[in-house]
């Protein structure tokens, strides 16, 4: 059964965060030294020495709707999404009245570093206040801003896979 681009574009739309996130190994510690250079699978990767592993992998793409090459195509893509919305970097502020923010693009940020220097102290509670929230608000818009850029580069991302691979 193939699986239409739109299909595929749609689950990874809709599905929760934990979705494509590789299955634990619960029970017995696992020491992974392996590394998938040229699957560019990564963690997706079925392991074919750990049939637990593979049967897992199958396990969850089938409760997804997909063969296990889309199942792994969808978590690559998440993992490479992640990674850049974490490595987003947006700066508001004015530096000139003491008020930066700087932040990832998580939400909620994992990196923020909110700077107020005594230019900013010397404007007083109240439009100190102002400066920050405003501050604040403009990083959290450019952040999302850039979150979407990079769904829609995830999305890309998938559909150029997908014809690779001949699975569109």
Do not use: W
Not at 126 to 149: H, P, W, Y
Request: with cysteine; net charge negative; hydrophobic share 40%.
């Amino acid at each position: 059964m193939r699986t239409s681009t739109s299909a595929i574009v749609l689950a990874a739309c809709c599905v929760s965060a934990a979705a494509f996130a590789p299955a634990a190994n619960r029970g017995q510690p696992s020491f992974v030294t392996q590394r998938n250079m040229f699957s560019g699978a990564g963690d997706a990767a079925p392991k074919e020495d750990d049939p637990e592993a593979m049967e897992n992998l199958e396990k969850m793409a089938a409760a997804m709707g997909m063969s296990v090459e889309e199942y792994q195509l969808g978590v690559r893509a998440r993992m490479r999404m992640e990674k850049d919305i974490a490595d987003i970097r947006v700066t508001a502020g004015d530096a000139d009245k003491g008020v930066t923010v700087e932040r990832d693009g998580n939400q909620p940020p994992v990196h923020l570093v909110v700077t107020v220097t005594d230019d900013g102290k010397a404007l007083g509670k109240e439009s100190l206040e102002k400066e920050l929230v405003a501050a604040l608000k403009t990083a959290g818009d450019q952040a999302g801003k850039e979150r979407n850029q990079a769904q829609a580069k995830m999305m890309q991302f998938i559909a150029e896979e997908m014809k690779s691979s001949g699975m569109a």
